[in-house]
Nanobody, 122 residues
Framework: QVQLVESGGGLVQAGGSLRLSCAAS????????MGWFRQAPGKEREFVAA????????YYVDSVKGRFSISRDNVKNTVYLQMNSLKPEDTAVYYC???????????????WGQGTQVTVSL
Protein backbone atom coordinates (compact mmCIF):
# COMPACT_ATOMS: atom_id res chain seq x y z
CA GLN A 1 0.00 0.00 0.00
CA VAL A 2 0.96 3.60 -0.46
CA GLN A 3 1.09 6.16 2.37
CA LEU A 4 -0.94 9.31 1.76
CA VAL A 5 -0.86 12.71 3.49
CA GLU A 6 -3.38 15.43 2.66
CA SER A 7 -2.93 19.16 3.15
CA GLY A 8 -4.56 22.41 2.10
CA GLY A 9 -7.85 22.32 3.94
CA GLY A 10 -9.16 25.27 5.88
CA LEU A 11 -11.92 27.81 6.32
CA VAL A 12 -13.07 29.78 3.29
CA GLN A 13 -16.05 31.97 2.47
CA ALA A 14 -18.64 30.84 -0.03
CA GLY A 15 -17.44 31.56 -3.55
CA GLY A 16 -13.83 31.15 -2.58
CA SER A 17 -11.23 28.59 -3.60
CA LEU A 18 -8.95 26.03 -2.00
CA ARG A 19 -6.44 23.59 -3.39
CA LEU A 20 -6.00 20.30 -1.62
CA SER A 21 -2.79 18.32 -2.03
CA CYS A 22 -2.11 14.68 -1.33
CA ALA A 23 1.49 13.53 -1.15
CA ALA A 24 2.21 9.84 -1.62
CA SER A 25 5.19 7.85 -0.45
CA UNK A 26 7.07 5.29 -2.47
CA UNK A 27 8.20 4.89 -6.05
CA UNK A 28 5.03 3.32 -7.40
CA UNK A 29 2.71 6.34 -7.34
CA UNK A 30 2.13 6.23 -11.08
CA UNK A 31 0.71 2.70 -10.79
CA UNK A 32 -2.19 3.96 -8.66
CA UNK A 33 -5.35 5.67 -9.72
CA MET A 34 -6.14 8.42 -7.23
CA GLY A 35 -9.39 9.68 -5.83
CA TRP A 36 -10.84 12.25 -3.47
CA PHE A 37 -13.70 11.44 -1.15
CA ARG A 38 -15.49 13.59 1.39
CA GLN A 39 -17.62 13.01 4.44
CA ALA A 40 -19.81 15.59 6.08
CA PRO A 41 -21.14 15.16 9.63
CA GLY A 42 -24.03 12.70 9.70
CA LYS A 43 -23.63 11.80 6.04
CA GLU A 44 -22.13 8.89 4.15
CA ARG A 45 -18.77 9.19 2.50
CA GLU A 46 -19.05 10.57 -1.03
CA PHE A 47 -16.83 9.83 -4.02
CA VAL A 48 -15.96 13.29 -5.32
CA ALA A 49 -13.30 13.01 -8.02
CA ALA A 50 -10.78 10.59 -9.46
CA UNK A 51 -8.00 10.42 -12.02
CA UNK A 52 -6.36 7.59 -13.93
CA UNK A 53 -2.87 6.33 -13.21
CA UNK A 54 -1.19 8.55 -15.82
CA UNK A 55 -3.81 11.28 -15.79
CA UNK A 56 -6.10 12.01 -18.70
CA UNK A 57 -9.38 10.39 -17.75
CA UNK A 58 -11.18 11.85 -14.76
CA TYR A 59 -14.39 11.39 -12.82
CA TYR A 60 -16.45 14.00 -10.95
CA VAL A 61 -19.63 13.69 -8.97
CA ASP A 62 -22.33 15.84 -10.52
CA SER A 63 -22.44 18.33 -7.64
CA VAL A 64 -18.83 19.48 -8.25
CA LYS A 65 -18.62 19.36 -12.04
CA GLY A 66 -17.41 22.67 -13.41
CA ARG A 67 -16.14 23.78 -9.99
CA PHE A 68 -13.56 21.17 -8.95
CA SER A 69 -10.57 19.91 -10.91
CA ILE A 70 -8.38 16.92 -10.11
CA SER A 71 -4.83 16.64 -11.38
CA ARG A 72 -1.67 14.73 -10.58
CA ASP A 73 2.08 15.13 -10.83
CA ASN A 74 3.72 11.72 -11.05
CA VAL A 75 7.17 13.27 -10.60
CA LYS A 76 6.20 14.89 -7.32
CA ASN A 77 4.04 11.92 -6.26
CA THR A 78 1.18 14.31 -5.58
CA VAL A 79 -2.47 14.57 -6.52
CA TYR A 80 -4.38 17.82 -6.28
CA LEU A 81 -7.98 18.89 -5.97
CA GLN A 82 -8.60 22.48 -7.04
CA MET A 83 -11.90 23.62 -5.60
CA ASN A 84 -13.48 26.82 -6.93
CA SER A 85 -16.81 28.51 -6.29
CA LEU A 86 -17.09 26.72 -3.00
CA LYS A 87 -20.47 26.34 -1.36
CA PRO A 88 -21.42 25.67 2.27
CA GLU A 89 -22.56 22.19 1.21
CA ASP A 90 -18.95 21.41 0.25
CA THR A 91 -18.07 21.48 3.94
CA ALA A 92 -16.64 18.08 4.88
CA VAL A 93 -13.52 16.15 5.73
CA TYR A 94 -11.78 15.42 2.44
CA TYR A 95 -9.84 12.20 2.04
CA CYS A 96 -7.32 11.20 -0.56
CA UNK A 97 -7.28 7.55 -1.61
CA UNK A 98 -5.44 5.22 -3.97
CA UNK A 99 -6.33 2.13 -5.93
CA UNK A 100 -4.63 -0.18 -8.39
CA UNK A 101 -8.05 -0.88 -9.84
CA UNK A 102 -10.28 1.25 -12.02
CA UNK A 103 -10.25 4.94 -11.13
CA UNK A 104 -14.05 5.23 -11.44
CA UNK A 105 -14.80 2.37 -9.00
CA UNK A 106 -15.08 3.81 -5.48
CA UNK A 107 -15.11 0.36 -3.89
CA UNK A 108 -11.57 -0.39 -5.04
CA UNK A 109 -9.77 2.31 -3.07
CA UNK A 110 -7.77 0.68 -0.30
CA UNK A 111 -5.13 3.21 0.76
CA TRP A 112 -6.35 6.29 2.60
CA GLY A 113 -5.00 9.51 4.01
CA GLN A 114 -5.96 10.93 7.37
CA GLY A 115 -8.25 13.58 5.92
CA THR A 116 -8.27 17.36 5.87
CA GLN A 117 -11.14 19.57 6.99
CA VAL A 118 -12.75 21.98 4.54
CA THR A 119 -15.23 24.44 5.96
CA VAL A 120 -17.15 26.85 3.74
CA SER A 121 -18.94 29.71 5.49
CA LEU A 122 -21.73 31.90 4.19
Amino acid sequence: QVQLVESGGGLVQAGGSLRLSCAASGRTFSTYAMGWFRQAPGKEREFVAAIRHFGGSTYYVDSVKGRFSISRDNVKNTVYLQMNSLKPEDTAVYYCAATRGNYYDPTGYDSWGQGTQVTVSL
